[in-house]
């Protein structure tokens, strides 16, 4: 069975920290290095957008709201993949997914079910 599987979410305050991770498991991510891992968020009432992505190479890009904060990085022989998330915002609350996305078309995508971040005070 495929899954991504994120964790670490929860209630922080203004300027704190958290770290993401994002499990994947199933046959299908023994091939993980043909997949960039991307995390996304949706807040609500707004469209789901794209937080940071990195590729089997480590090469990343970051939102440019992020940018700065967060840092994304992956463990190969894990196939797991991570956010850094520092000085936290109200604005970053959302709920934040994991994403798969193949770089040979004919591979299937996969997101995670989400993990939710609360920045308050």
């Known amino acids: 069975q495929v899954q991504l599987v994120e964790s670490g979410g929860g209630l922080v305050q203004p300027g704190g920290s958290l770290r993401l991770s994002c499990a994947t498991s199933?046959?299908?991510?023994?091939?993980?290095?043909?997949?960039?891992m991307g995390w996304y968020r949706q807040a609500p009432g707004k469209q789901r957008e794209l937080v940071a992505r990195?590729?089997?190479?480590?090469?990343?890009n970051y939102a440019d709201f992020v940018k700065g904060r967060f840092t994304i990085s992956r463990d190969t022989a894990k196939k797991t993949v991570y956010l850094q998330m520092n000085s936290l915002k109200s604005e970053d609350t959302a709920v934040y997914y994991c994403?798969?996305?193949?770089?040979?078309?004919?591979?299937?995508?996969?997101w995670g079910q989400g993990t939710q971040v609360t920045v308050s005070s």
């Open positions: 199933g046959s299908i991510f023994s091939l993980f290095s043909l997949y960039v």
């Open positions: 994403n798969a996305a193949p770089t040979i078309a004919t591979m299937p995508s996969f």
């Open positions: 990195i590729t089997s190479g480590g090469s990343t």
